[in-house]
């Protein structure tokens, strides 16, 4: 059973992120992330970006689900 801790760990190893939150119950995740990666990215492909940073725990089944929201640091601090 993962941790959410664990799954932050593998995201911030893989990504840049200027904030990142992530709750779940140890097969299902959501994530919040903020990171000047995403910047010109679809929506698909930053999810595409994230779920690289953890493709090893989804492909054996370790993580089931990761939920994702995903913005720029300009987006982020636009929202208030």
């Known amino acids: 059973m ?9 995201i911030r190893q893989g990504l840049a992120c200027s ?3 992530v709750a779940g119950d140890g097969q299902h995740f959501e994530a919040l992330v903020v990171s000047a ?7 698909v492909q930053r999810h595409q ?6 493709r090893a725990q989804l492909d054996s089944g370790e993580l089931h689900a990761l ?13 208030g």
């Open 37 to 43: 990666e995403f910047a010109g990215m679809s929506r």
């Open 19 to 21: 904030h990142l939150e």
């Open 2 to 10: 993962m941790l959410p801790e664990t799954v932050e760990n593998l």
């Open 67 to 79: 939920a994702l929201k995903t913005h720029t640091p300009e987006e982020w601090s636009a929202r």
């Open 49 to 54: 970006r994230v779920n690289q940073t953890v």
